[in-house]
């Protein structure tokens, strides 16, 4: 790392307190020179320090840049989902992490952004990224895991999301099938998974799993006004991006870890709202009624269609019925 990162982190760890120059510099082993240019780096950077005669230096607790120091000291030990990355702006960070999965980065592999200027979204759609307003990320996943499972992992990471938000704003967020996260009726959260196989043996090579969150509390685009919401519409208190990040990366390691037991899945389809609810089946040529029934353990949507027909959804999309 370099002499302003050392710094970085060091702040990072003593976040809202004042250090001096001289504690800092013999901590990292630095001039107080170079300690007062790191900071006037940072400042730079638009990091809110605050430096005062006798009392040192202090990160405003209320800092929301996003970098390795910020996040890194909200990471269990023992989680594998730790090699950051993370970029002012990208236009995917699913593209990115693809790329960089092509080239053989490891699993655990996590692709951060402040701004995406072309997010995706399932079926083609973008999802609205603005500056420092959210959380964007990608995780590379090579797991030896059947194909199947691997299924699971939208669904397992939908939990790990829900997990993470009550963990960090108290919110108890629910789950729309099969990809998106909801706070009172409206979407908060998206999740979008991609796979490549390796042809020559048949097995999967990786996965890439990209989730947005909405946090801070803004206008949304007219489109997306009625259907979308922000965790800052819901939270008095501020939220620190950082922390939420590293403890979703935790709960995501650790629900990855259960694919096989298909142990989420209970917890799954208590947050799912749509279970005995009227819904719409949208397929590319119509639109059929019907009644979410249940989730079974390989994540597919059970429904009975007003005909009387039950059906098995493995994928596709679905909509609740205005009454």
């Known amino acids: 790392m370099s002499t302003k990162d050392h710094v970085l982190q060091f702040l990072e760890e003593k976040k809202g307190e004042a250090v001096s120059g001289n504690e800092i510099a013999a901590a990292l082993g630095l001039s107080r020179a170079a300690v007062w240019k790191a900071v006037h780096a940072l400042e730079t950077e638009g990091y809110p320090i605050s430096a005062a005669s006798k009392r040192g230096y202090s990160l405003s607790p209320c800092s929301d840049i996003l970098s390795k120091a910020s996040i890194s000291p909200h990471l269990a030990p023992d989680c594998s989902l730790r090699h950051l990355h993370i970029y ?145 519409s819901h939270c008095t208190s501020h939220i620190d991006r950082s922390r939420l990040i590293g403890t979703l990366l935790n709960e995501l390691d650790c629900v990855i870890s259960t694919l096989s037991s298909r142990s989420f899945l209970e917890e799954y389809r208590k947050r799912s709202f749509l279970l005995g609810t009227r819904i719409n089946v949208i397929t590319a040529s119509e639109t059929l009624p019907a009644t979410a029934l249940s989730i079974d353990d390989n994540g597919h949507l059970i429904v009975r269609m007003d005909t009387g027909e039950l059906r098995t959804l493995s994928s596709g999309e679905v909509s609740i019925r205005k009454q």
């Open 88 to 232: 002012k702006e990208l236009p995917s960070t699913n593209t990115t992490a693809k790329i960089m999965a092509s080239e053989h980065a490891s699993h655990g592999t996590v692709v951060i952004a402040e701004h995406q200027t072309a997010g995706k979204g399932r079926l083609g759609r973008t999802f609205y990224s603005p500056d420092a307003q959210g959380i964007y990320l990608s995780v590379i996943l090579r797991l030896n895991e059947s194909t199947d499972l691997s299924m699971l992992v939208t669904s397992a990471a939908a939990v790990a999301v829900c997990r993470a938000i009550q963990t960090v704003t108290g919110i108890e967020a629910q789950i729309k099938w099969v990809n998106d996260v909801y706070i009172e009726e409206k979407k908060v959260c998206g999740i979008l998974t991609e796979a490549s196989m390796n042809f020559e043996n048949g097995q999967l090579d990786y996965l890439v799993l990209g989730i947005g969150i909405n946090v801070a509390e803004k206008t949304f685009p007219p489109d997306l006004h009625d259907v979308a919401t922000a965790l800052g």
